[in-house]
């Protein structure tokens, strides 16, 4: 077989010279970072060859808000339940506290829960250690707490709606969960590099609102001394201004976050952040639920993390979620949800039948036709035509 030249490996190789390339300049910046870390050497992450260093300035080495002498007096966001409050600080500060934003029972069986699951994980030798400490991976899985906070259930946090409306605020309705983890800080463990959760689309930086948006579930108090998530309170502001592949100059300090049991953070992601380093002799668990815009490619991957009672027992809101209702430019399945509007509840892109024909083993797929099928393949019990049939009769009786 002979191909034109121009479509040859070494032709397209030639013609490709660095300054001929499309995009790849803006695409390999490495903005804002480079910036970032010539501009402020304090940000540089620790040498984990060696012990940690205290006592050189190093954004590990801070205190909370109310101690810091930069901070002390700049008003930084303090727990409230008022939601006025609470969107003045994501606007300015780029986070905000909700108090109490789980009830004392809450928090109780929340923090239980998820001390046990952790401490059950290391003896099954099925933990994921860090750097930091040790994670707690899809949550989903773990019990009911957790999937009551993945939908907002007043039942198992009690601020649910008041996350819900500040999530439609910044995401647009129809967001959906990017992942549910919790975040250990071990003792003696190093700090997180810092950095912003929205990173993966840079050097795309969003100016006007983030696409990412991060809600802590705090079930322990948490100070400068346990490990106290690390922020750069207005960061996201200054990458908001560099903007698209732009520079970034001198940052103020980061601070430990400070809050009591029960508290959650909401933050955006475009907010410079990362787990501080836990000084005391006792393991530190917060556990972060981000949320993205309805597009976006999820973190973890629902529709095979979930497990089938999970799943079975799903309600559609948590189906939605987890990004098992799929719409136009989201987790389409064999072309099924292309055109679907992505509502909580349609027939028209539920994915949950596809999953669970899957885990029965009976999972049909559309293969290669010739235009006069044989029988056998006309008689075929396609999941797909299924679908259709259920998106019909969902119609039917709607009508
Ligand atoms: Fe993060």
Redesign the pocket.
């Known amino acids: 077989m002979t191909i034109p030249n121009e479509f040859t490996e070494a032709a397209v190789k030639v013609n490709s010279a660095r300054e001929d390339q499309l995009y790849s300049e803006f695409l390999r910046s490495g903005e804002p970072w480079k910036s970032m870390y010539r501009n402020n050497p304090w940000l540089a992450p620790p040498d984990m060859r060696k012990p940690l260093e205290w006592g050189s300035g190093q954004y590990w080495d801070t205190t909370v808000a109310r101690k810091h002498p930069h901070w002390k007096d700049k008003g930084l966001p303090i727990a409230t339940k008022d939601i006025h409050q609470m969107r003045r600080d994501l606007k300015q500060w780029g986070f905000c506290l909700v108090e109490e934003g789980m009830s004392e029972d809450q928090c109780t069986r929340f923090r239980e829960r998820l001390f046990a699951q952790a401490a059950g994980e290391r003896s099954a030798g099925v933990q994921m250690p860090t750097p930091s400490g040790q994670y707690v991976n899809s949550l989903v899985n773990k019990g009911r707490c957790f999937v009551q906070c993945i939908e907002q259930d007043p039942e198992g946090v009690q601020a649910g709606p008041l996350i819900e409306e500040i999530m439609d605020e910044t995401l647009g309705k129809g967001w959906i969960c990017h992942s549910f983890l919790s975040n250990g800080a071990d003792p003696g463990g190093y700090p997180q590099g810092l ?1 912003i ?1 929205q990173a993966p689309l840079l050097p795309f930086q969003t100016e006007e609102a983030p696409v990412l948006c991060n809600t802590m579930y705090i079930p322990q108090d948490v100070n400068e001394e346990n490990g106290g998530t690390l922020l750069i309170p207005g960061s996201h502001q200054i990458m908001a201004a560099a903007g698209s592949g732009g520079q970034v100059g001198e940052l103020p300090p980061a601070i430990n976050l400070e809050a009591r049991a029960g508290t959650l953070l909401i933050f955006d992601g475009r907010l410079i ?2 787990t501080g380093a836990n000084r005391t002799d006792r393991q530190r668990f917060v556990a972060t639920m981000s949320n993205v815009t309805a597009w976006t490619r999820q973190q973890e991957n629902w529709i095979m993390t979930v497990a089938p009672d999970v799943l079975a027992e799903a309600s559609p809101k948590l189906l939605h979620r987890m990004g098992l209702q799929a719409l136009t430019y989201g987790g389409t399945i064999e072309g099924f949800g292309l055109g679907a509007q992505g509502r909580v509840g349609d027939a028209f892109g539920s994915l949950k039948e596809f999953r669970e024909a899957y885990d029965r083993g009976e999972y049909v797929r559309v293969r290669e036709l010739q235009a006069q099928p044989s029988k056998e393949e006309l008689e075929r019990d396609y999941t797909l035509k299924a679908a259709y049939a259920r998106v019909a009769a969902q119609r039917k009786s709607n009508a």
């Open positions: 950095h959760d952040h990362g």
